[in-house]
C-alpha cells in the first residue's frame, strides 16, 4: 500500500485548495466534506461524531491549521485496513484542488495528462511543505519525458531554463510544472499525441509501476514510517 506521506501530499493539496483565505484555517463544514470523501475511497468508516468531539473547543470559529492532522491521523489513517484504489484516491484530491489553481483550457495536453503530471510530481516533490520540485528533479523528469517522446535532451536549453529558475527560487510548484510542460516549452516541435503518450509512458514507470511493486512488498505496512508531527505538517 501507498506509504502514508505519500498520501499525505495529495491530501496537503485538497486541503489547501479549501484554504480560499490563504490564511491555513479551514471550515468544519468543508473538513467534513473532506473526510467523508477520503474514508469512502480508503474504505474507512466515516465518524461525524469524532470530528464533532475532537474539535468541540474550536466550535465558533474557523479550525485552527494544527488541528487536522491529528483527527487525520488517528480517526481515519490509522483505521486504514483493507488496500483501496490509490488512483481514485489521487483523482479525489485532484478534484478538489486543480481549478483553483490552474487553466488547463490552454495547455497542449488534456486534463488527464495533467492529472498524471500532478501525480507525477507529488512523487518527485520534496518532503516539506509547502510542496515544491527542486531543480535535479525538474531535470530528471524533462530527461525521462524527452526520452519517451524520442526526443534529443538539449543541455543548453536546459541550462537557459535553470538559470531562468535560479533569479526566482530554484524550485517550481505543482501547477507552475503543469504550466511548463504544458504550453510545449521543452516538447516544441511535437505534436499534442506524442506529449500525451510521453506523460503516459513516464506515468506508468514512476506510479503505476511503483504503485503495484508497493502493493506486493507486505514487508511494507500502511502505518509504516510512523508519521511525524513536523512543523512543516502543520500545514494540515
Not at 474507512?44 to 461524531?49: E, G, M, Q, R, Y
Request: glycine content about 4%.
Amino acid at each position: 500500500m501507498w506509504l502514508r506521506d505519500e498520501l499525505l501530499k495529495s491530501i496537503w493539496h485538497a486541503f489547501t485548495a479549501l484554504d480560499v483565505d490563504q490564511r491555513g484555517k479551514v471550515s468544519k463544514s468543508q473538513l467534513k466534506v473532506l473526510s467523508h470523501s477520503l474514508c469512502t475511497v480508503m474504505k474507512v468508516p466515516h465518524d461525524p461524531v469524532a470530528l464533532e468531539h475532537h474539535f468541540k473547543d474550536d466550535d465558533k470559529g474557523p479550525l485552527s491549521n494544527q488541528g487536522y492532522m491529528p483527527y487525520l491521523n488517528r480517526f481515519i489513517l490509522d483505521k486504514v485496513q483493507e488496500d483501496f484504489d490509490v488512483l481514485e484516491f489521487n483523482k479525489i484530491c485532484w478534484t478538489l484542488c486543480y481549478k483553483k489553481n490552474i487553466c488547463t483550457k490552454h495547455l497542449l495536453f488534456s486534463d488527464d495528462d495533467a492529472f498524471k503530471v500532478w501525480c507525477i510530481f507529488n512523487f518527485l516533490s520534496e518532503d516539506r511543505y509547502p510542496l515544491v520540485i527542486i531543480t535535479e528533479e525538474i531535470e530528471y523528469l524533462l530527461r525521462k519525458l524527452m526520452e519517451a517522446m524520442g526526443s534529443g535532451w538539449s543541455k543548453e536549453k536546459f541550462a537557459d531554463y535553470k538559470l531562468q529558475l535560479n533569479t526566482k527560487k530554484n524550485c517550481l510548484t505543482a501547477w507552475e510544472l503543469i504550466e511548463l510542460l504544458g504550453i510545449g516549452y521543452f516538447s516544441k516541435g511535437m505534436n499534442r499525441q506524442t506529449l500525451s503518450m510521453g506523460i503516459n509512458e513516464v506515468f506508468q514507470e514512476l506510479i503505476l509501476d511503483v504503485l503495484k511493486q508497493v502493493r506486493q512488498d507486505v514487508d511494507l505496512p500502511f502505518t509504516d514510517p510512523v508519521l511525524i508531527y513536523s512543523k512543516e505538517r502543520r500545514m494540515l
